[in-house]
């Protein structure tokens, strides 16, 4: 397996942009899920601005990329993003969120478009 380092600037931007909680939890979700900025809204309790603040530093850094489905903005991890190798190594550690997904289905609140 071929292993790619991070410049160390680098590697400690990704780590600060990870450090916050609902960044963190939104990385793993989005690993697996598209997801819109209203269920986000819904799993955390915050603002629309707040998720999308959030949302915006994710993209700055090209990990987070979106698409327009009619109405809808979904967000998803950028795969091919040079960070992505980095991240995913930390997001594999971490617990699934599948729960707080699912939980949105039970309340009717999940958007599948």
């Known amino acids: 397996m071929l292993k790619t380092t991070v410049e160390m600037e680098k590697a400690a931007m990704i780590l600060k942009l990870l450090g916050d909680k609902t ?3 939104m990385v793993k979700i989005l690993d697996i899920h598209d ?3 209203c269920e986000f809204v819904e799993i955390f309790k915050a603002s629309q601005p707040s998720i999308s603040q ?3 530093k ?3 850094v090209g990990l987070v990329k979106e698409e327009r489905r009619g109405q809808w903005i979904f967000h998803s991890i950028n795969k091919s993003n040079e960070y992505y190798p980095f991240v995913q190594q930390i997001i594999e550690q971490l617990p699934s969120q599948d729960h707080k997904l699912e939980e949105l289905d039970r309340k009717g609140t999940r958007i599948i478009c």
Do not use: A, P, S
């Open 23 to 25: 960044r963190l939890t």
């Open 35 to 37: 997801c819109c900025v």
């Open 54 to 56: 959030h949302l915006r």
């Open 58 to 60: 994710l993209r700055d």
